[in-house]
């Protein structure tokens, strides 16, 4: 028995080969409002309590340039206050007017975060982005928590 697989009648569709997209779209736009509604929810605020650095130290420059943050938000060019408003000027005539010098900030323990991120917005007004943050030297596995 053979069949004839190259004649069909010509009133017999046959098989679609096709496939339906209309469906499969309309599941991906789901999924992606899903997705958009869920990722935002996805993030958690927590408490973070940041370790203390026990790399080895760079090497300071001869003439460092610190500006320190104390805990009553007063500014303080090497070891004479300035004012926020003459900070600029002060740290010109300070590294002459190099605006490549590196600035060591130093904040005490008890200055906000928001406040320790509006000095820096400071510094970067008057032209210095090269700005280290000074902490605490500690040996590996101690605790900064424990430092004076």
């Known amino acids: 028995m053979a069949f004839d697989t190259r004649?069909?009648?010509?009133?017999?569709?046959?098989?679609?080969?096709e496939i339906n997209v209309?469906?499969?779209?309309?599941?991906?736009?789901v999924l992606l409002i899903i997705f958009m509604v869920a990722a935002p929810l996805s993030t958690v605020d927590i408490a973070v309590d940041l370790p203390s650095?026990?790399?080895?130290p760079s090497p300071r420059p001869d003439k460092p340039a610190?500006?320190?943050?104390?805990?009553?938000?007063?500014?303080?060019?090497?070891?004479?206050?300035?004012e926020r408003a003459s900070l600029a000027a002060r740290l010109d005539e300070a590294t002459g007017g190099n605006r490549e010098t590196r600035i060591f900030l130093r904040a005490d323990r008890q200055v906000d975060y928001g406040d320790l991120i509006a000095a820096m917005d400071l510094l970067r007004e008057a032209g210095y982005l090269k700005?280290?943050?000074?902490?605490?030297?500690?040996?590996?596995?101690?605790?900064?928590a424990k430092a004076p």
């Open 66 to 82: 610190y500006v320190t943050l104390r805990s009553d938000l007063s500014l303080y060019l090497a070891d004479q206050p300035v």
């Open 53 to 56: 650095s026990s790399t080895a």
């Open 22 to 29: 209309t469906p499969f779209i309309d599941v991906m736009l």
């Open 7 to 17: 004649h069909q009648p010509e009133d017999d569709i046959g098989e679609l080969h």
């Open 131 to 144: 700005v280290a943050l000074v902490g605490l030297e500690t040996p590996p596995g101690g605790d900064a």
